[in-house]
């Protein structure tokens, strides 16, 4: 009995790295002055998961590294952003799963956050398949758009108006769109 008992406690700790778990956040700098983070990583999936609950500007964020698109479905606008991962400014999955570790509990401080800009194409997505099953299922029924990233440099003189998603003061997503109905 207690072979039993050593060896199914050995066996979960060989199993659960491949497991996802949660790392909440709570983020009492934020615009609304309060909300929450939540990350998910599950490196079986080779997915991170992100939700930001902050009343109507809630919004959820899952990073596919297999597929290396990104989504972020953004509840008061109803709708599904889908674009293509920038290796080179959003962390390996690896390297999320240790900067969530170093900021939890952490406010603000630090350095900057690295920032993306994207702009929103109008046209709906019609055939989500394309972005993987793991997008295509948090998308899945909402008005869905494709965002291609704007160059650094001329992201301060961008003029449309823009969704921002902060992920852990570690990188902020901009979604700006040519019409209401799109950002």
């Known amino acids: 009995m207690k072979f039993t008992m050593v060896l199914v ?3 979960g700790l060989l199993v659960a790295p491949g497991f996802a778990y949660n790392i909440n956040i709570n983020d009492n700098g934020n615009v609304a002055g309060s909300g929450q983070q939540s990350v998910s990583i599950n490196n079986q999936h080779n997915v991170a998961n ?8 809630s919004w959820n964020s899952i990073w596919d ?7 972020t479905r ?3 606008k109803k709708s599904c952003i889908v674009h293509k991962m920038n290796k080179d400014v959003m962390p390996s999955l690896q390297d999320l799963e240790a900067l969530v570790k170093e900021q939890k509990g952490k406010g603000p401080e630090g350095a900057s956050p690295k920032e993306l800009m994207f702009s929103i194409n109008p046209t709906r997505v019609e055939d989500l ?7 295509a299922g948090m998308c899945r029924g909402i008005p869905t758009y494709v ?3 704007i160059p650094g440099p001329s992201q301060p003189f961008y003029s449309r108006k823009c969704y921002s998603a902060n992920i852990l003061w ?11 109905e799109t950002y």
Do not use: H, M, P, R
């Not at 570690?170 to 209401?180: A, D, K, M, Y």
């Open 9 to 11: 406690g050995l066996l």
């Open 50 to 57: 992100v939700d930001n609950n902050n009343g109507w500007d």
């Open 65 to 71: 590294y297999g597929s290396s698109f990104a989504a």
């Open 74 to 76: 953004l509840f008061a």
């Open 129 to 135: 398949s394309t972005f993987g099953t793991k997008i």
């Open 147 to 149: 965002a291609e990233e």
């Open 170 to 180: 570690i990188i902020q997503l901009s979604f700006c769109g040519t019409s209401e």
